[in-house]
């Protein structure tokens, strides 16, 4: 993940940009057992 602050900041070196909008609030139970393996 790369985390890039501000428009201006932005390279047009990325193919396909996907944006997240929000905030990380912790893994799930579900992903915490895939993490686990």
């Known amino acids: ?3 890039i602050r ?3 900041n932005i ?3 990325i193919p396909y940009p996907v944006v997240a ?3 990380f609030d912790g893994v ?3 992903h ?3 993490f686990r393996k």
């Open 1 to 3: 993940m790369k985390i």
């Open 6 to 8: 501000g428009m201006k």
């Open 11 to 13: 390279s047009s070196s």
């Open 21 to 23: 909008i929000g905030n």
């Open 28 to 30: 799930h139970v579900g």
């Open 32 to 34: 915490q057992i895939l």
